[in-house]
């Protein structure tokens, strides 16, 4: 091809780039199916379709490979905050905006959101702090979401900020477990339902709140929390696993 | 010791089983720390005290072990619907018992949750498929518990009950990754804030219920709609990992 042509050196620069989003891809499959502890160098090669020597040009470790899907994930991620925060809204609304904008990233990367959440125990040192710095940051977003809304009255005064946070993101990460596309339901219908859920199970009005509330709309029944207090001692005085 | 006592006789009965249970306590603890997959019968029998062949006089294969753990998660989780179904009480009452249960159950069980949820992959043949029809078994019983509550009025008949089921024991469960004893809220207190969580947000009084409403208390952004559907369209276009 001439050299005066721009396209084919852009093509040239963009191969590599594109090679190396295919064995990303390729690594995030094979760790998925195999775990990454038990998946070599080798498989990955293979599952691209190149020489193991050649796919050292790209990466340097097995950790290398871990780490980038880690990071790609929370760098898409931390995309959903840059867009909630530019919302001309409520905090009630940027609420449902975020539950809804986390789960369809998640329904769309079901692979390397399950890597992420499978194997990042396997991620090590700084790249393993850095990544925690990053999911804290996340988390906190959300929470201090959480505490506007209590602020301007639509989420209820007895929500615990941190307790509330941790677990909506917990009933969105779980969705790798179950969701998988052509189902009955669209991941966009689930991350409405789910918003649905999250607005609705935080919110209460201002006008009818009394402390405790939520907690009186159905009580524990008094049998079930005794048996849960009589096992509780049970277990404290036994050998924990 | 005289054979005519039946003490020694039951403490010898007793002795092997408790042998298995510190066996499956470390494995259990050992498959945590450094996944199933990198986990060898060796590790297992270091981390016990025993010599391997010793091991192999408790257990025929590593997954026997992982089968075991499971296993029991499953059937201490099933003690769950047990209770909760004993109840006099109301559908809206049983689900805060449910998901009360659920927690305190996790939080005390925390290694041995993890190992379920992070090595149920490396389950094979039959086994796998008997815990796959005990978790739908368990699934369905909150499912069903959800569908009750909307035929009494107390939760929304919005409320999808197979996706608020899933989502439920997903933010329950996803608790190993992140719950740790000693912390700033209790077990107990942290089952409770989930219950309140739970309960708000699938009930609606009756008297005031219009179709979609809980969807109206926030409506989702229109730009926010709009940047959700155009990444979707690209993200369709695009290689998937």
Same mark, same amino acid.
């Given at each position: ?7 084919p ?52 470790s ?8 880690i ?26 905006? =975020?539950?809804?904008?986390?789960? %369809?990233?998640n ?14 125990r396997?991620?090590?040192?700084? +790249? ?18 959480i +505490?506007?809304a209590?602020?301007d ?11 509330? $946070? ?19 339901? $669209?991941? +966009? ?26 907690? $009186? ?6 049998? =079930?929390?005794?048996? %849960?207090?009589? $096992? ?10």
């Amino acid at each position: 091809m001439p050299k005066t042509s721009d396209a084919p050196r852009e093509r040239r620069a963009r191969a590599p780039r594109r090679r190396q989003q295919e064995i990303l891809d390729a690594a995030a499959r094979v760790f998925h199916e195999k775990g990454y502890e038990s998946t070599s160098i080798q498989d990955i090669a293979d599952s691209v379709g190149i020489l193991k020597g050649s796919l050292y040009y790209y990466i340097t470790s097995k950790e290398d490979l871990l780490y980038q899907i880690i990071e790609g994930v929370h760098r898409e991620g931390l995309k959903n905050v840059d867009a909630v925060e530019a919302l001309d809204a409520s905090p009630l609304e940027k609420l449902r905006a =975020f539950v809804t904008g986390h789960l %369809l990233y998640n329904a769309h990367n079901l692979v390397r959101t399950a890597v992420f959440f499978q194997d990042f125990r396997s991620l090590t040192g700084e +790249r393993r702090k850095q990544i925690l710095a990053e999911r804290d940051a996340y988390e906190k977003y959300l929470r201090d979401l959480i +505490r506007q809304a209590q602020r301007d009255g639509s989420v209820c005064p007895d929500v615990d900020p941190k307790v509330a $946070s941790i677990t909506v993101l917990g009933m969105l990460n779980w969705i790798y477990n179950w969701y998988r596309p052509g189902g009955e339901r $669209s991941a +966009r219908e689930i991350g409405e339902l789910c918003a649905d859920f999250v607005t609705s199970g935080l919110h209460c009005d201002p006008k009818t709140h009394r402390p405790g509330h939520r907690r $009186s709309l159905a009580p524990l029944p008094q049998a =079930f929390a005794d048996a %849960l207090a009589s $096992s509780g001692a049970r277990r404290n005085g036994s050998r924990r696993g």
